[in-house]
């Protein structure tokens, strides 16, 4: 990996605002993911890669031939052009902060905002090293800049390199990852792959191998509105409904009161009037078959709160999201085992971690392609405080480089 270039890349890419839209329907959500992954592709075939394209709905594909006969199989790595709508992603003016001193780093942007080993305790291991921040105002979008920039360097180390052995590699930029429409248009068949690696996870040596499994429900309540001065026993007010359904939740059962593998129901949104209310709530947990007791839990509170509402209708759907991970991982080992030995032949130690959430490799995964997530360098994302480190960026891709010897050797686990 050249750590300069890789630096300037992601310099570069931090600046496009990719911030997803969630209220937009069209695909993707926002411009700037169509003039990011333009810059990727003028920047591929400048590199040599003819083939690299943006298809019709703006997802960046190169092809790395093998330079070999009896190559492994193919491989892919994804990283998600779009940025969280959590926090601007619009004129990102990133600072680079060379051989960190440990002081509190002040952003220029807002006096109010710093960053400092003491909200930070894990910057004592970057003593030293190069950080990069935003002035404060936006965030920097490491998340998924990192994984973007770290490919595009493995696409150019790969080129540099034509004569290291491999296989066929993939590389896949999406978007809308954030607002939960990354694999919407992946057509799996073109990408072949026998496995992926999505490079959107924090810090280093992290080899995401569990996720959530996630369902969505939608309670629905129908109340009866009229006037209120001649409301007397005739009104039923669907948002009074719909906060006793709430209120009757289990708190002890919310993501503000758990934590590691248990699971929860989180109402997150509720809209609505007199009339009619609908509330929205994700269903989380690393167990799938605890998702139906949750529907169930939510089916028999919802029986109990029209009953002590006469008049009332509440009804509740539940729609699949995505399911861990582990579940996929297990059909195609190698793709785990192969992303611990990458780290163990850096001298690395990669820990396995569960993620309280998903990524785009748990739909990946459920769609057949075994996808594990890898750091990539990134801290405190979606937040105006967000960092990234460069010394992480380029662990990461050599353990990407490191993935595509090893998948080309086939060792036996
Ligand atoms: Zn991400």
């Not at 480089?401 to 090893?406: F, N, R, T």
Request: net charge negative; with cysteine.
């Amino acid at each position: 990996m050249n750590r300069q270039r890789l630096l300037e890349r992601f310099l570069r890419y931090v600046q496009v605002d990719t911030t997803a839209n969630e209220q937009q329907e069209s695909y993707p959500s926002s411009s700037g993911q169509w003039d990011l992954g333009r810059m990727l592709v003028e920047e591929l075939k400048t590199i040599g890669y003819a083939d690299a394209h943006q298809d019709d709905h703006a997802l960046v594909w190169v092809t790395i031939p093998s330079n070999q006969a009896d190559a492994g199989p193919t491989i892919a790595f994804n990283a998600h052009l779009d940025t969280s709508p959590e926090t601007s992603g619009k004129g990102v003016k990133p600072q680079v902060i060379e051989s960190y001193s440990g002081e509190v780093i002040q952003l220029s942007g807002d006096p109010q905002k710093t960053i400092s080993m003491e909200s930070n305790p894990e910057l004592q291991q970057f003593l030293g090293t190069t950080l990069i921040t935003t002035d404060g105002t936006t965030l920097l979008g490491g998340d998924d800049k990192a994984g973007v920039a770290i490919m595009m360097e493995l696409a150019e180390t790969l080129a540099e390199q034509s004569s290291l052995p491999r296989g066929e590699v993939k590389l896949l930029f999406t978007c809308d990852e954030e607002i939960g429409r990354g694999v919407d248009h992946v057509d799996f068949e073109k990408l072949g792959a026998t496995a992926c690696y999505t490079l959107d996870g924090g810090g280093a040596n992290d080899v995401d191998i569990e996720t959530f499994s996630a369902d969505l429900a939608i309670v629905s309540i129908q109340g009866e509105n009229i006037h209120p001065a001649i409301a007397k026993d005739r009104m039923v007010n669907a948002l009074r409904v719909g906060a006793d359904m709430i209120e009757r939740l289990p708190k002890d059962q919310s993501p503000e009161r758990t934590e590691g593998r248990a699971g929860f129901i989180h109402p997150y949104s509720m809209e609505g009037g007199v009339a009619s209310a609908t509330i929205r709530m994700i269903l989380r947990d690393f167990d799938t078959e605890k998702l139906l007791e949750y529907a169930e839990q939510l089916e028999a509170t919802a029986k109990d709160v029209q009953s002590a509402w006469p008049g009332s209708e509440v009804t509740v759907e539940v729609r699949k999201q995505y399911r861990n991970l582990s579940e996929g991982l297990r059909r195609e080992p190698r793709a785990a085992a192969y992303a611990f030995l990458a780290h163990e032949r850096l001298g690395r130690t990669a820990k396995s971690s569960i993620v309280r959430g998903g990524t785009d490799g748990s739909q990946m995964t459920e769609r057949g392609l075994p996808t594990p997530n890898l750091s990539c360098g990134q801290h405190n994302i979606h937040s105006p405080l967000e960092w990234a480190s460069l010394e992480e960026m380029v662990a990461a891709g050599n353990v990407a480089m490191e993935l595509v010897k090893i998948w080309n050797e086939q060792p036996s686990l």
